[in-house]
């Protein structure tokens, strides 16, 4: 199937194409390395809502901003500047004083270990009482954000929305509020045992959750998130033949846009995670009508953190671009994969080199 199933409002003049809702991190990467014996990091910013708006803006050419708090400290500046060097507009930021100790605001920290072979994927975070946690809804002048000349696109998710009870509501307030100007809603419930685990209420995390699908136009989960994050009983759908098995994800995927008859799509991966070294890859993307599924590659893993991310950016970019579904997933994929093979939390590529990869390309050196 070609052509575009998925609606977007035009571009016509609005000051972003997208906008991200989420917290910004500091992420300290010891390279091939461990944290307890680490002697120096490499440093990137970072976050699961922000690295699309970074994808979208920096491979795909999409006008992208942020939507997030940070301290007004030199952790706060250096982070400015990692976002400003991808591309991404700062101005929406909300800069919150520093009493000089962290006490009263602080600056979100990730410890990142890349993994190997049978040594898995390490991620400590440090990130309580961030700036970002303590976002509140009237923060922000949403009708202002979301006009006619603001954004066309909102993406967040479940790790933002999971840091504090301010930052649920920050969300959920920002999906009504472009839902009501018929801005495009993604919201990739991205679920981590971390965050869930040391919620005081997890029913409470879970109704947040479900308030701001209903506001969705493309949700992003599988069977897993969707059952820990939505409550959704799926123990019927019984468990993947294989990591790729698409069956159970794409059927969870079918009674979440019956749950919420706001959703246009929803869209997840399929990784196949036996060795931290070559994983399995694939996306998916289903629709009320056809379900959508790119080419599967093994893909050798670099930095293994912020592929999903990758993979919402190519995504979007193709359904704000017009570009179809099927084109969606396979970008998604490809741009996926590619993150997966350079280090930190972002592509480092072109839209010419994602395009490239979709195709199948082979990877000969390019003199």
């Known amino acids: ?8 409002a035009a571009s016509s003049g609005q000051r972003w194409d997208a906008l991200a809702l989420g917290e910004v991190m500091l992420r300290f990467d010891p390279g091939e390395g461990r944290v307890r014996n680490a002697r120096q990091f490499n440093v990137w910013e970072g976050g699961g809502e922000y690295n699309v708006a970074r994808g979208l803006c920096s491979t795909f050419g999409h006008r992208s901003g942020v939507l997030t708090a940070l301290p007004r400290n030199e952790l706060g500046a250096l982070a400015q500047q990692l976002i400003q060097a991808g591309g991404v507009d ?51 002048d949403w009708d202002a954000v979301f006009g006619r000349d603001g954004a066309r696109w909102l993406h967040t998710g479940g790790i933002f929305a999971a840091l504090s009870e301010h930052s649920a509501q920050s969300a959920i307030t920002a999906a009504q509020a472009a839902r009501r100007h018929g801005v495009a809603v993604s919201y990739d419930l991205n679920y981590r045992a971390s965050l869930w685990d040391s919620h005081p209420d997890p029913d409470a995390a879970r109704h947040a959750n479900c308030a701001i699908a209903a506001e969705c136009d493309l949700l992003v989960g599988d ?59 694939a996306g998916a993307l289903r629709t009320r009508d056809m379900l959508f599924v790119s080419r599967r590659r093994e893909v050798d893993l670099l930095d293994r953190v912020g592929g999903g991310d990758a ?19 396979e970008l998604g994929a490809a741009h996926g994969a590619l993150a ?15 395009e490239a990869v979709a195709r ?3 990877a000969a050196a390019k003199r």
Not at 124 to 138: F, N, T
């Open 340 to 354: 997966m093979s350079t280090p930190g939390d972002t592509a480092c590529t072109s839209l010419e080199e994602v």
């Open 90 to 140: 700062t101005s929406q930021i909300v800069w919150r004083d520093y009493d000089g100790i962290g006490r009263n605001t602080r600056m979100g920290l990730n410890f990142t270990e890349r993994g190997f072979g049978v040594r898995a994927p390490l991620g400590i975070s440090d990130r309580a009482y961030s700036a970002a946690s303590q976002l509140q809804p009237h923060e922000y």
């Open 1 to 8: 199937m070609s052509g575009q199933q998925f609606k977007v």
């Open 311 to 329: 993979f919402v950016a190519g995504v979007v970019h193709a359904l704000l671009a017009g570009k179809g579904e099927q084109v969606a997933v």
């Open 223 to 281: 069977e897993y998130s969707f059952a820990a994050c939505l409550g959704m009983d799926l123990a019927d759908l019984g468990k993947r033949e294989t990591p790729m098995d698409v069956g159970p994800a794409d059927a969870a995927a079918q009674r979440a846009l019956q749950r919420f008859p706001n959703l246009q799509a929803v869209a997840f991966t399929l990784r196949d995670a036996s060795n931290a070294a070559r994983n399995g890859w």
């Open 360 to 362: 199948g390309d082979a």
